[in-house]
């Protein structure tokens, strides 16, 4: 596929400003929210959101985990098998990055700079086995 197909990839200068009042007002509701539920609550909805999103993310690349198997890499029990092995600790990683950024260790740089790019890859491969720290182009 030629990338111009997809563009233009920026709202316009109205709309744009429209969505920042938009994630703002929902940042703020959220904020309003997360204050009013016990925190033993927040964390156990926060450990199933981000299974839930690391199956979903995951699946859109093509890579099935299902969620009992997330949930076995979480408690360190890995499947024989090679792939599904390989998705579970794929899982793991994303898992535990994503955690770091619920709470508040990731840097203080714009998360789409490449130093924030840096410090998230560093955290998703830190918890991978060597031998997926290799990719092979196929092409």
Not at 13 to 41: F, N, Q, W, Y
Not at 45 to 65: A, F, K, P, Q, W
């Amino acid at each position: 596929m030629n990338v111009t197909m997809m563009e233009p990839m920026l709202p316009e200068e109205a709309a744009l400003r429209s969505l920042e009042d938009t994630a703002l007002e929902l940042a703020e509701s959220a904020s309003g929210l997360a204050k009013r539920v016990h925190p033993i609550l927040q964390r156990s909805v926060g450990d199933l959101v981000r299974s839930m999103n690391c199956y979903y993310s995951n699946l859109i690349e093509g890579h099935n985990t299902h969620p009992r198997d997330i949930e076995r890499a979480l408690a360190h029990d890995f499947s024989s098998e090679p792939k599904k092995r390989d998705f579970q600790h794929e899982a793991v990683a994303h898992i535990h990055a994503q955690k770091l950024i619920d709470e508040g260790h990731d840097p203080t740089v714009w998360p789409a700079s490449a130093a924030y790019a840096r410090w998230l890859h560093r955290r998703f491969c830190e918890h991978l086995p060597a031998d997926m720290l290799w990719v092979e182009n196929q092409a």
